[in-house]
Nanobody, 127 residues
Framework: QVRLVESGGDSVQPGGSLRISCAAS????????MYWVRQAPGKGLEWVST????????YYADSVKGRFTISRDNAKNEAYLQMNNLSPEDTAIYYC????????????????????WGQGTQVTVSS
């Protein structure tokens, strides 16, 4: 059964750091573009970051650029999101998702556009 399982979500103070992970199983992970998408309380889905199948190409939303770093380990079938200098505005459920192709910006926040979608991990930033 194809699965994407996020982990590592936690409660942190503003200015803190956190790394969340996404473990993939039962599909050719190394062939897929991986995405992180988040949903803040009471808001819609927001694309956060993308990494290419081989890892050299990365993309970030302006709201996280310079603070978040996406990476992947194809040998472990895992993707990661390192989040630094967190602020309360980063509070959200973070989802990882997989797609066989690079998606234009206007489609990245739509779950139906992805081949696989995880269950999410909660990140709360509060003092």
């Amino acid at each position: 059964q194809v699965r994407l399982v996020e982990s590592g979500g936690d409660s942190v103070q503003p200015g803190g750091s956190l790394r969340i992970s996404c473990a993939a199983s039962d599909f050719p992970f190394s062939n897929y573009w991986m995405y992180w998408v988040r949903q803040a309380p009471g808001k819609g889905l927001e694309w956060v970051s993308t990494i290419s199948p081989g890892g050299p190409a990365t993309y970030y939303a302006d709201s996280v650029k310079g603070r978040f770093t996406i990476s992947r380990d194809n040998a472990k079938n895992e993707a990661y999101l390192q989040m630094n200098n967190l602020s309360p505005e980063d509070t959200a459920i973070y989802y990882c998702a997989a797609s066989g192709s690079f998606m234009p910006a206007n489609l990245r926040s739509l779950p139906e556009q992805y081949k696989h979608w995880g269950q999410g991990t909660q990140v709360t930033v509060s003092s």
